[in-house]
């Protein structure tokens, strides 16, 4: 079966940094567009970061110049790089895939991803 299974998370002060791992398995892991999103508590569920089979990725301006996705086809994983983290990272960090039913970059709209993990909690503290 499809499997999304993310790592990584805990608690951390701010200025910290943290990789976050997503193992896939039960699909065709360079088939599929791998995305990042993030719920903090109160607040809507944020998709922030993506990364397509060829390696094109995407990051939302809240994220930008601190977050790195990458992706390891040889153990169908993807990691997010994160510097110095801030306490409003605080969140449930959730990956999650989709097959691209066209070329062209990838996106964050939750609607599109077709699997997904079951989060991995990160704290920050101030």
């Known amino acids: 079966e499809v499997q999304l299974v993310e790592s990584g998370g805990g608690s951390v002060q701010a200025g910290g940094t943290l990789r976050l791992s997503c193992a896939t398995s039960g699909f065709f892991f360079d088939d599929y567009t791998i995305g990042w999103f993030r719920q903090a508590p109160g607040k809507e569920r944020e998709g922030f970061s993506c990364i397509r089979s060829d390696g094109d990725t995407y990051y939302s301006d809240s994220v930008s110049g601190r977050f790195t996705i990458s992706r390891d086809s040889a153990k169908n994983t993807v990691y997010l790089q994160i510097y110095t983290l801030e306490p409003e990272d605080t969140a449930v960090y959730y990956c999650?895939?989709?097959?691209?039913?066209?070329?062209?970059?990838?996106?964050?709209?939750?609607?599109?991803?077709?699997?997904w993990g079951q989060g991995t909690q990160v704290t920050v503290s101030s």
């Open positions: 999650a895939a989709y097959r691209p039913r066209a070329r062209g970059v990838c996106t964050v709209r939750a609607p599109r991803y077709d699997y």
